[in-house]
């Protein structure tokens, strides 16, 4: 029986000896992460039209106008320089945009209906009109970039109370 036990120690301790032979090397190499970028060419129009408050479906309408390539269209004419006038419509939402011949956005004219009011102005009516309800909400901005690339943001909302009904008019 000591035998036996000597022979499985003899036996474990070769494979024990075998196995120190190979090395395990962990090397860190430096690798660069790539990363994709995408130029949007009508970036100015996405940073004075998108707002943090607006809803999700008025940023990615703006992002579409955007991103859009004018010269893929069939109408393109590279040898003279035109504007075109492109309409975006999704729903009841509706964004009538120009590009120049280089495909930049001349002017928006944008009109999103039924949509919710930010927070803070939503927060504004209702202390100002105690036992209306909201009716209808449209929210029209115009943008152009010969006015400092401003966006003229207008919310118009119909107010109601029993028969009767107000719209007003708010100027963020």
């Not at 962990?26 to 690798?31: A, D, F, I, S």
């Not at 995408?38 to 998108?50: C, E, F, M, Q, S």
């Not at 001349?106 to 209702?126: D, H, M, Q, R, T």
């Amino acid at each position: 029986m000591k035998k036996i036990i000597i022979g499985f120690i003899l036996i474990g301790l070769t494979n024990l000896v075998q196995a120190q032979n190979d090395l395990a090397v962990v090397v860190n190499t430096p690798t660069a992460h790539k990363t994709k970028t995408k130029v949007i060419k009508n970036a100015a129009y996405l940073r004075h039209t998108n707002r943090p408050q607006n809803p999700k479906r008025i940023g990615m309408l703006h992002k579409k106008v955007a991103e859009f390539n004018i010269k893929a269209l069939a109408l393109y004419t590279p040898e003279k320089p035109a504007t075109y006038t492109v309409v975006f419509t999704e729903g009841s939402d509706t964004i009538k945009s120009t590009y120049n011949h280089n495909g930049d956005i001349v002017s928006c004219k944008e009109s999103f209906k039924g949509i919710n009011l930010p927070y803070a102005i939503s927060a504004k009516v209702s202390k100002e009109y105690p036992g209306w309800k909201f009716n209808n909400t449209v929210c029209t901005i115009r943008y152009s970039d010969t006015e400092n690339n401003q966006a003229k943001i207008v919310y118009k909302v119909v107010l109601k109370n029993g028969n009767q009904r107000k719209m007003i008019k708010i100027n963020p």
